[in-house]
């Protein structure tokens, strides 16, 4: 057996599984972010319906001038 091609073929896999996990680190990172940005976005869903149910007719019609 060759050392050189088993040396580069160490060093071949040792980068494919450091690439493989910093991958996978920033898509967990993402994904994080992700679901904080949808738990932001339901909550002010939540004080926004519950400011039209106190003020229904609020938004309901426009003013238009030609």
């Keep these: 057996m060759?050392?050189?091609?088993v040396s580069v073929a160490l060093?071949?896999?040792g980068l494919q599984?450091?690439?493989g996990l910093s991958l996978m680190?920033?898509?967990m990172n993402q994904?994080?972010?992700k679901g904080q940005n949808m738990i932001k976005m339901l909550e002010e869903?939540?004080?926004k319906t519950m400011q039209h149910a106190?003020?229904?007719h609020?938004?309901?019609s426009i003013d238009v001038k030609a």
């Design 58 to 60: 609020l938004g309901s």
């Design 25 to 27: 680190n920033k898509t």
């Design 11 to 13: 060093s071949h896999a």
């Design 54 to 56: 106190a003020q229904p």
């Design 45 to 47: 869903s939540n004080v």
């Design 2 to 5: 060759d050392v050189p091609a």
């Design 31 to 33: 994904a994080e972010s």
């Design 17 to 19: 599984q450091d690439v």
